[in-house]
């Protein structure tokens, strides 16, 4: 009798474990579909994709794709993000936004270049000010488009910046408000964020110019037409400041690597929360930014490194490091002329 209560009891833990199991090999099965599901819509995106693609090519000049058409969150990823923010996942220390809080050290570092070198004009002593300073970011106005849970908003903030945070989806921005009047006491020299929920597009209408920096950060990837987008983002920046994004290449490499090993194989990453239709490729930026009055000042890849794997779990921790190849995530900064 004991015996065969044991046997239950170590029975019972396994049950998850097998039915989690079951269920990724399940997806492992259907990864040559994904693959061919994948390369199809690029050639043959969604209706809505060519249709908004077709009204930014007809735009000439320099507000080529800052037309009135709300360029925002794909519909088919919307009830992900707006489930990512009920379940509390933005904070949750093993959830799913682990791997981009990670991504802190090389975003801050690359918007500190922006502010303090190419703003400022801080050429020789950035990197000294951005290493020693409490609050590098001290007296800058910058703009997180894309704002989420707040993750690189509160830690702007705490480098001392004006931050405002935008985003289109109410629950993700009552999960940065919460977390960060939960966290958060009064500390000289830094200034609570602002939160925003509203779309970009009518946001331009009464914050445009107002930036020393705009960050639109792994945002790109999830909309609807990313260079009309990018082309908003644009707008919000002053004359002499910069824009920073940082995004998914589509390429080869992002399908196999980003879409299939991290979210398909390991399952690291959520199934179907990068789209290769979506993602959009250096040239495309530059060729926004270059219309909108801006000159690229940097061009940087991004890879994703595994610092320790649980696959049984499927949680990671990750570690980002820069790099000269841009076929995965890459960054670009780009400065706005001063007229």
Request: hydrophobic letters at 45%; one cysteine or more.
């Given at each position: ?13 396994m049950?998850p ?10 997806i ?25 693609t ?12 800052a037309?009135?058409?709300?360029h ?19 904070w949750?220390?093993n ?8 991504f ?27 290493r ?11 703009c997180?488009v ?7 908003t ?9 931050v ?6 109410a629950p ?12 958060h006491?009064q ?5 609570a ?13 009464e ?11 792994e ?48 399952g ?6 990068h ?38 779990n ?13 076929g ?12």
């Open positions: 009798m004991i015996k065969q209560t044991l046997r239950i009891a170590m029975a019972v833990p049950v474990l097998m039915l989690s199991m079951f269920s990724r090999w399940i492992w099965m259907t990864i040559p579909l994904r693959i061919v599901w994948e390369l199809y819509q690029c050639l043959y995106p969604p209706s809505e994709i060519v249709e908004e077709k009204q930014q090519n007809g735009k000439n000049g320099h507000h080529v794709a037309n009135e058409k709300d925002s969150v794909a519909k088919e990823q919307a009830q992900f993000w707006k489930e990512t923010a009920e379940q509390d996942q933005w949750s220390p959830g799913i936004m682990t791997a981009l809080k990670r802190n050290t090389v975003r801050l570092r690359l918007i500190a270049e922006s502010y303090l070198k190419h703003t400022l004009g801080l050429e020789a002593t950035w990197e000294d000010s951005f020693l300073d409490a609050l590098p970011l001290s007296g800058a106005r910058i997180d894309g704002s989420g849970g707040g993750i690189l509160e830690a702007l903030a705490k480098s001392g910046a004006t405002v945070g935008i985003d289109i989806m993700a921005i009552g999960a940065a408000k919460r977390h960060w009047n939960e966290t006491d500390q000289e020299g830094v200034i964020p602002e939160y925003v929920c509203q779309s970009l597009a009518s946001y331009v209408e914050a445009s110019g107002r930036f020393d920096v705009v960050v639109c950060s945002v790109l990837e999830h909309v609807n037409n990313p260079r009309a987008f990018a082309a908003l983002c644009c707008k919000l920046v002053r004359p002499g400041g910069c824009v920073v994004f940082t995004t998914v290449n589509r390429t080869i490499y992002s399908l196999l690597f980003c879409m299939i090993l991290f979210e398909d194989v390991l690291i990453l959520p199934r179907w929360v789209r290769l239709y979506l993602c959009v490729k250096p040239e495309e930026i530059r060729e926004v930014t270059d219309k909108m009055n801006f000159k690229t000042v940097k061009t940087e890849g991004n890879l994703w490194m595994p610092l320790s794997l649980n696959i049984l499927n949680t990671a921790k990750m570690n980002y490091v820069p790099h000269w190849f841009t995965l995530g890459y960054s670009v900064i780009a400065k706005r002329g001063e007229s």
